[in-house]
């Protein structure tokens, strides 16, 4: 949970620390948005509440799911997603990722409050890795068969490329006798530095 009656994350910056706009409204500086993102596994007793002046909207799996739009006083919502309702509406399944994403935008020059509430969205810490070996080429693989033996014009161990035709390097002993780091067909050097085979 976040709360904050006193929501001014842009004080004495912005506009208003180049000294392009005066500092007025008790010092603060209004007009601005926010935008929170937040991924989650879906378990279907997920409960987002917010509390605000001014617009706020709250999408779930990139549909709309709270809209507290327009210029208003210290207004809330609920979006809640235990019942089955709210797995058909969003396009959910149990064990599935998903994005929660809050706009806010700050208009009128009052007052700025800001409370988020996430219920039961807790979620296990993951970790981001390349599987080299798989047979799909992900990013920083160069390549990837799946068994990535090695040899000449062959996917080595690491899924990068290793001893090739296009590499800038001169292989004479697989046949190459000039080789400038391009692959092009129209090469001029592409027609001599190919593998020879026989």
């Not at 910056?13 to 948005?33: L, M």
């Amino acid at each position: 949970m976040y709360s904050n009656s006193n929501f001014f994350p842009l004080d004495n910056k912005g506009w208003v620390a180049t000294g392009d706009e005066p500092v007025r409204n008790g010092g603060h500086n209004f007009s601005f948005t926010s935008e929170s993102r937040y991924w989650f596994e879906y378990k279907g007793v997920e409960k987002l509440s917010f509390t605000g002046d001014d617009d706020v909207w709250v999408f779930i799996n990139k549909q709309l799911a709270l809209d507290l739009g327009g210029v208003h006083s210290e207004l809330s919502g609920t979006v809640d997603l235990s019942p089955a309702s709210a797995a058909a509406r969003y396009n959910l399944r149990k064990g599935g990722i998903y994005e929660a994403i809050v706009f806010q935008a700050e208009r009128r020059t009052t007052q700025s409050n800001y409370k988020l509430t996430l219920s039961n969205f807790t979620t296990r810490r993951t970790e981001c890795k390349r599987n080299c070996g798989d047979g799909q080429v992900q990013p920083p693989e160069e390549c990837d068969t799946g068994t990535n033996p090695g040899g000449y014009g062959q996917c080595a161990p690491g899924c990068i490329w290793g001893l090739r035709c296009g590499d800038g390097i001169v292989q004479e002993a697989y046949g190459e006798s000039c080789d400038d780091g391009n692959t092009d067909n129209n090469d001029l050097c592409s027609n001599t530095y190919k593998l020879r085979i026989g």
